[in-house]
């Protein structure tokens, strides 16, 4: 088992069910036809083990259906997307849309219809200047929306109207989500030592109770794991200039915050994710069944192309220094959690070359254009280890901003033709009618 470090938790603790693991280890659970799961499980120190051998519970790969599409080529500003910079939605359903190209926080209803625009920009109350990824509908129905520029949340009415202002601190912008949990609270991510060299920040979540005020912070998973990084600089002292990136395909750090009030994650050097639920107890899910997925030549050298581009705009001499590209990729790349506890891997895929106009020439000191891209598939289990099964996204489905996942319903934002951004509201088919 790798080292890892134990971390704080706040509220909601989803306790083990050793009756659930006890099934677990049979196999019997959650079968269908003769698609059975069989797991098998394990207790190492304070860590409970459920390991996926073969199976699933859904029969075959699950599809996302679409139900609700809001967004249009040409029509009134309001159905038109920029660029979406956060998705969220209300328990009655309700959808909330930040538009950064339009620098507008709109709200749509259930079947799509747009009812209103909140607030305006500016530095005034209830006004926003230059929200980030932070947006959020607490069980009330009150609207967050986190504002680096004017140091705060802003917290409205269901209605739009605007009720309290949450103080953060400013400058810093990041593309993770306001985290909720069953209780209530809210969860932004800080910079846990602003003085300490950029190098070395440490991250994790402030958390703010109902009401607003702030409580515990709590710092994120770390585990006793080294990134594969290549590093370009130029300058000296103050004029310096630093680019880090990770290697291409090599293994990562994740980590996220569930709704039922623990962090977990992982470092995808293993197909392993845990789930730290309490002091001194650890759920950690596994699949001995996964297969690597291969890297492709042209993929390799495209990536190598783009970093080298990238590295090179900091210092044109630059050559790689670290290690090379793989022969294979990680398990996976992210993970998600929805409203309900559900964990959804996003995996690594075989890429497939999409098909563009006939390009012109890279000139020298531009980065080119990726082509080679991975279709987006998950794998998406229950919050005590049950594998459900796989899930394919349609083609053009984007993880930016994090799809919002509430039992068999999930919201995502898609880019159709000429990359055109709509807000898609999904049905998850899978055969099954457990929708828990």
């Known amino acids: 088992m790798m080292g890892l470090r134990l971390t704080g938790r706040a509220g909601g603790v989803l306790l083990f069910n050793t009756s659930v693991l006890a099934l677990v280890a049979c196999g019997g659970s959650g079968s269908i036809g003769g698609h059975e799961w069989q ?44 660029r979406v910079r956060s998705l969220a939605v209300a328990p009655d359903g309700s959808i ?70 949450w103080r953060i601190r400013g400058g810093f912008f990041t593309s993770r989500r306001l985290y909720n949990d069953v209780s209530g609270n809210s969860y932004t991510m800080v910079i846990l030592d602003p003085t300490a060299d950029l190098d070395e920040w440490r991250y ?11 409580a515990d912070t709590l710092p994120a998973p770390a ?27 090599t293994p990562t750090v994740t980590w996220t915050y569930s709704p039922l009030g623990y962090m977990l994650g992982g470092t995808s050097a293993s197909y ?39 590295m090179r705009q900091v210092d044109p001499g630059w050559r790689w220094n670290s290690d090379p590209i793989p022969a294979t990729k990680p398990p996976y790349k992210g993970i998600d959690v929805g409203e309900r506890g559900r964990i959804w891997v996003w995996l690594h895929t075989e890429a ?19 082509t080679w891209l991975e279709p987006v598939v998950f794998d998406v289990f229950d919050p005590d280890g049950r594998y459900l099964g796989n899930v ?39 055969g099954s009618k457990d929708d828990t």
Not at 277 to 302: D, K, S
């Open 352 to 370: 497939r070359k999409i098909e563009t106009e006939e390009a012109e020439e890279v000139r020298p000191g531009e980065v080119p254009p990726q």
């Open 223 to 249: 585990w006793d794991f080294t990134p594969s990084e290549l590093v370009s600089t130029s300058g000296e002292g103050d004029n310096q200039s630093v680019s880090v990136e990770n290697v291409p395909f």
């Open 39 to 82: 797991a098998a499980h394990d207790t190492i120190g304070d860590t409970v083990v459920v390991r996926t051998v073969s199976g699933s519970v859904w029969r075959d790969t699950a599809e996302l259906v679409a139900e609700v599409t809001i967004g249009e080529f040409e029509g009134p500003d309001e159905y038109m997307f920029g």
């Open 204 to 214: 994790g979540l402030l958390m703010f109770d109902p009401n607003g005020l702030p």
């Open 96 to 165: 909330y849309v930040f538009d950064s190209h339009a620098n507008a926080l709109r709200k749509y209803a259930p079947d799509g219809t747009y009812i209103a625009t909140f607030g305006r920009e500016g530095g005034g109350p209830g006004e926003y200047e230059r929200p980030d990824g932070g947006l959020a509908v607490l069980p009330d129905g009150r609207v967050l929306l986190r504002d680096p520029a004017n140091n705060r949340i802003n917290v409205y009415s269901g209605e739009g109207e605007h009720l309290d202002s």
């Open 392 to 430: 394919r996204a349609p083609e053009g489905f984007s993880r930016y901003p994090i799809q919002v996942i509430r039992g068999d319903t999930v919201w995502a934002v898609v880019r159709g033709e000429f990359d055109v951004p709509s807000v898609v509201r999904f049905r998850l088919d899978h």
């Open 272 to 310: 392993a994710i845990e789930l730290f639920m309490a002091p001194g107890r650890v759920l950690r899910i596994e699949r001995a069944n996964w297969e690597p997925v291969r890297i492709l030549p042209a993929e390799r050298a495209e990536q190598e192309r783009i970093i080298t581009a990238h």
